[in-house]
C-alpha cells in the first residue's frame, strides 16, 4: 500500500527534508506546494504577465499556487502540515482546514508553544507531533504497525 503525503506549512526549515529522509523504505511517494519563496510569489506574473499593482501580483501568484495545493491535497492519503515559528502561516491554516474538510488524515506539526493558538486545528487533526522524527514513526506505524525500537 503505496502513501501519498503531501507535507504543507512552513518553508523555512529542513522539516520536509527529515521526513522524506528518515521514511527511506517506506512505502511512501511525497509532494508538496513549492518551497521557492520567490518563485511562488512570482508564479503567476511570470506566466501570465506582469500587474502594476503589488495585490494583483500576488493575487496572481496566490491563485495559480492554489491549483498546485488543491491539487495536493486532494490527491493525497495524509496531510502533514507544520507551523514554525516564524511568520504567520495562513496558508498552513487554510491548508489543514481544507484538508480536514475533505475528510483527509490529518497530522500537525509545531512546536508546544503554539498548543493553545492552534487548539482547533488540533481538534481536527488525528495526530500531532513537535518533531518531525515523530511523524516518520506515525508514518512507520501506518504501514507496518511497528512501534519505535
Not at 508538496?32 to 506566466?47: F, L, R
Not at 492554489?66 to 514554525?84: Q, Y
Not at 498548543?115 to 512507520?140: T, W
Request: proline share 4%; net charge negative.
Amino acid at each position: 500500500m503505496t502513501l501519498k503525503i503531501y507535507l504543507s506549512g512552513e518553508i523555512h526549515t529542513d522539516w520536509r527534508e527529515q521526513i522524506v529522509d528518515g521514511s527511506k523504505g517506506l512505502d511512501v511517494v511525497f509532494s508538496s506546494p513549492v518551497t521557492d519563496h520567490a518563485a511562488s510569489d512570482d508564479c503567476g506574473v511570470a506566466i501570465l504577465g506582469n500587474e502594476p499593482s503589488k495585490f494583483w501580483h500576488d493575487h496572481k501568484g496566490a491563485k495559480l499556487n492554489a491549483i498546485r495545493t488543491r491539487h495536493g491535497l486532494e490527491n493525497a492519503d495524509i496531510v502533514v502540515v507544520r507551523f514554525g515559528t516564524e511568520y504567520k502561516q495562513w496558508n498552513a491554516a487554510f491548508d489543514a482546514g481544507y484538508a480536514a474538510a475533505l475528510g483527509k488524515s490529518l497530522i500537525v506539526l509545531n512546536p508546544p508553544e503554539h498548543g493553545h493558538a492552534l487548539k482547533e486545528v488540533h481538534g481536527a487533526a488525528l495526530a500531532v507531533a513537535e518533531q518531525p522524527g515523530q511523524v516518520v514513526e506515525i508514518l512507520r506505524y501506518v504501514l507496518s504497525g511497528a512501534l519505535p525500537a
